[in-house]
């Protein structure tokens, strides 16, 4: 391993802090493996025993989080998988004795992006061209997006969607169940969609499993919150929210 910089800046990084601790720590632990260009070999057990040696993590799923997030390009050359970290020159200051890169870059000859099961092109493509297979890998997207309260990185998000291919109906129950009776998400503490779909946050537990969670209404009634004529759910939802972050300040 290598010594490298950390900049404050990256506690604040939105994207990272909606990915798990772990893999926040194993992005750090790449930029210790990584040779002087930021390039290193895609062995996820090799690295996981570099990193966890004495935890049970699965690091494979944990690198695709990060390429999720473009923070991290996976690659292939002549059958051989690669990572490359993105802006490496401009945050890290290699040793001026270290060892030129003997890994072959993303961008030479032969490399391609590791597949996820998508053509990355297919946005580009009229839905009457893309194989009955495609959009089947799809179905469900649409609803989905529609009812999730956060709207970012919809081009990943669906990568992943196609990739994990879940059933939209369980999703979407879900999320209109937290929507009403999930503390944190009343109070606006929603993760990205990408985050929600690569860990798989549908099948985690709300609230406290020994009783049914609050629902907005109920903390409407204890707020002394009443709905207004023509009030929206989101309008309604963000007035209890407030309601609950104020009591929050004051205690």
């Known amino acids: 391993m ?9 506690f604040q990084n939105e994207d990272l802090a909606e990915l798990r601790p772990e893999t926040r720590l194993l992005f750090i632990g790449l930029w210790l493996l990584a040779d002087r260009q930021g390039l ?8 996981k025993m570099q990193i966890f040696p004495a935890d ?14 473009n923070l991290i390009v996976r690659y292939v050359i002549d059958s051989k998988r690669f990572i490359s970290i993105p ?9 001026v004795k270290e060892r030129d890169s003997t890994i072959p870059a993303p961008d030479s000859h032969g490399a391609s992006p590791e597949t996820t099961g998508t053509d990355p092109a297919d946005s580009l493509i009229p839905d009457s061209l893309i194989p009955s297979n495609g959009r089947k890998a799809t179905a469900g997207f649409d609803e989905f997006w529609a ?24 999703l979407i129950a ?27 946050r549908w099948n985690d537990d709300m609230g406290d499993a020994t009783s049914a969670p609050k629902t907005t209404d109920d903390y409407a009634l204890e707020f002394g919150i009443t709905r207004r004529p023509d009030e929206t759910d989101e309008r309604f939802r963000i007035r209890v929210r407030d309601a609950m972050l104020v009591r929050e300040r004051q205690t």
């Open 2 to 10: 290598r010594a490298r910089n950390i900049k404050p800046g990256f």
């Open 40 to 47: 290193l070999e895609d062995r996820p057990k090799k690295i």
């Open 56 to 69: 049970s993590w699965d690091v494979d799923p944990m690198l695709q989080e990060l390429a999720d997030q």
């Open 87 to 95: 802006a490496w020159d401009k945050h890290q200051n290699p040793h």
């Open 147 to 170: 009812v999730y309260p956060k709207k970012r990185k919809k081009k990943t998000a669906l990568d992943i969607w196609r990739r994990k291919q879940p059933d939209a109906s369980v």
């Open 174 to 200: 879900d999320v209109r169940a937290r929507l009403a009776g999930d503390k944190q998400w009343i109070k606006g503490f929603v993760p990205d969609p990408t985050t929600y779909l690569n860990g798989e």
